[in-house]
């Protein structure tokens, strides 16, 4: 709490947090994730990158309780993930998903699409829907909204994908090489379009990326080797500060 004298700095919130997580296949025989340990605070933007294979997607389902660790922890809001209902809930409202390939019903149109996960969360109609307007709107595909997925472009996808995925309001957004299947134009403009969504929503992002120019752009960049963080640093930093 503030005095009425000094400004004090709030601590930095932590938003979502890997402790010493361990993910392994086949009883052991692939192990993927040897100890990770990571932490995203509010408001941040955060950058995964290492090479393909280095276990990047992996944490990212982790982080979003897509998957289960082998050993270790995964705290939402200082909450820890366990399976069952009320961990289900919680990521319901607090996390948002992008992948690289959007992972929309094809079938089923880009207002439908967008709708889904405010329908799984039980959010009343209207609400629902004066959300899915104003995201479509400020992503610039309202006039698309009774589309059928399939006849979208790869951008108009992956500006639905992102409309869906914030729907919710969540405070995390988990993004997976979110323009990776996109021309250079148009994976620029999808980033500008996030980065600019993710400020003014105040939404934390964990971002897997090979592009180190998009990775340059955020707070921090979270170098990862053979299951393991290697590095956590501002991307101008000279000084590799090994924080975590
Ligand atoms: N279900 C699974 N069973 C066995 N091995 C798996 C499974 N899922 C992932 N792996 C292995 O885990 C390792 C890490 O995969 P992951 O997808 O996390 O890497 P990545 O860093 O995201 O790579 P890329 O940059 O290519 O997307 C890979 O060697 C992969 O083959
Ligand atoms: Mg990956």
Same mark, same amino acid.
């Given at each position: 709490m503030s005095s009425f004298f000094v400004e004090e700095a709030e601590p930095a919130r932590s938003v979502v947090r890997a402790v010493d997580v361990w993910k392994s296949y086949e009883q052991g025989a692939?192990?993927?994730?040897?100890g990770v340990n990571f932490e995203a605070v509010a408001g941040q933007t955060v950058a995964l990158c290492g090479p !393909?294979?280095?276990?990047k997607s992996t944490l990212l389902h982790l982080l979003g309780g897509l998957d289960t660790p082998t050993a270790g922890s995964i705290y939402v809001h200082d909450v820890k993930l366990e399976p069952g209902r009320s961990t289900l809930q919680l990521l319901r409202h607090q996390m948002g998903f992008v992948f690289q390939l959007h992972h929309l019903i094809p079938g089923l149109t880009l207002e439908e699409n967008c709708m889904i996960p405010a329908v799984a969360a039980g959010t009343a109609r209207d609400a629902a829907r004066a959300r899915m307007l104003q995201l479509t709107e400020r992503t610039g595909i309202?006039?698309?909204?009774? *589309?059928?997925? *399939?006849?979208?472009s790869g951008g108009e996808r992956q500006r639905t994908a992102l409309c869906r995925a914030l729907m919710n309001r969540p405070s995390i957004l988990l993004a997976d090489?979110?323009?990776? !299947?996109?021309?250079e134009s148009t994976s620029r403009q999808i980033f500008e379009l996030l980065l600019e969504l993710v400020e003014t929503e105040q939404i934390t992002l964990v971002m897997a990326t090979h592009d180190r120019g998009l990775a340059e752009r955020c707070h921090r960049l979270v170098e990862m080797r053979d299951g393991r963080v290697v590095d956590a640093r501002a991307p101008e930093a000279e000084v590799t500060q090994g924080v975590q």
């Open positions: 692939i192990r993927v994730l040897n !393909s294979g280095c276990g309202v006039h698309r909204l009774k *589309q059928p997925i *399939q006849k979208l090489e979110p323009t990776g !299947s996109l021309d």
